[in-house]
């Protein structure tokens, strides 16, 4: 598992460069024909062992959500905007990293003593300090465009868990690595580690344009939001749809804003699982959307289902998982990938 050098790696969307350079060297040595598109994604073959094999298309995201340079203050102040999904309200007080050089800055936040209301700031009216007095001096750290990510190490909670950022989609990552660094399997990987998911799943839709497949996987990272509701009546077991719930296993989407799953390829999942005594649950909150999203439409139309990893705090910078639920994630991909035919597509 390289799951923590993805994690600390920066990709903020469209800056992918430093997550494509780590898995490339981790793939390799396991897969053949391997491209960089025009849009930055990382396209591969592992050849399958059967005679007559479906072409299986693999995605996992490589970007993360982040933010982006947009100006500066007169007092050195820097603006920015964000690229992504970014929650508001988790956002004065974090540090950050900014630009190639991983200038170091915090989000500025107003000490309880001088506010107590409990509003929630807009990003539009937020600053980074980053130390500079002037605005000259700030531009001469950095400049308009420069991507900023959360400044987050990873860490080992305990035997089981473990905290980092960007986990959406990281863990895709780390899990499609595991699965390249294996043994053949009966059918053929077409690889995408994809660009751009955070902003509209753009890489996703040229990837599956290129490889063409049969049928296509993404491996995600998702909302787990299995937490106490303090709102919720204490008895009540069921007050509120957690999405997924960590340590319970994988979650397959049933469906999302971005697409319904292959009913023929959502049954083969689950069945899979439980053949192999694999334990799972169903993701059937409809918000958000993943790169099958796109794969699934690409060309003809093809079968397209979402393999999640559940994670807490997601899209912040420390999300939480079980190490459990991603060995599971594992058996569940590679038992798939054994027992999938064009039987089971058609």
Known sequence: MILKELSEAIGVSGKE?????????????????IRI???????????????????????AHMDEIGFMVTGYDNGGLIRF??????????????RV?????????????TPIHLNRDSKVVKISNLRIDIGANSKDAAKAKVNIGDRIAFDSE?????????????????VGCSLLVDVLQAEPYPVDILVAFTVQEEVGLRGAQVAAQTLNPDVAFALEGTTAHDIPNPAADPDDDDEHNPTCRMGSGPALTVMDRS???HPRLLRFLRETA????????????????????QMHLAGAGRPAAVISMPCRYIHSPAAI?????????????QAALHHITFEVLR
């Open 17 to 33: 460069d430093a997550v494509r350079k780590i898995i490339l060297a981790a793939i390799q040595d396991h897969v053949t024909d």
């Open 37 to 59: 598109d025009p849009m930055g994604n990382i396209t591969a073959l592992k050849q399958g062992t059967d005679k007559n094999r479906p072409r299986v298309m693999i995605a």
């Open 81 to 94: 905007a964000a690229v992504g999904g970014v929650d508001d309200r988790i956002l004065p007080g974090l």
């Open 97 to 109: 990293k900014i630009g190639d050089d991983q200038i170091p800055g915090v989000i500025l936040w």
């Open 154 to 170: 990873f860490v080992e909670l305990s035997e089981t868990t473990v905290r980092g950022k960007a986990f959406d989609d990281r």
């Open 259 to 261: 697409m319904i799953t």
């Open 274 to 293: 439980e053949q192999n005594n694999i334990p799972y649950q169903l993701k059937t909150q409809l918000g958000g959307g993943t790169d099958a999203g």
């Open 321 to 333: 998982l079980s190490k459990v639920d991603y060995q599971n994630t594992l058996k569940l991909i």
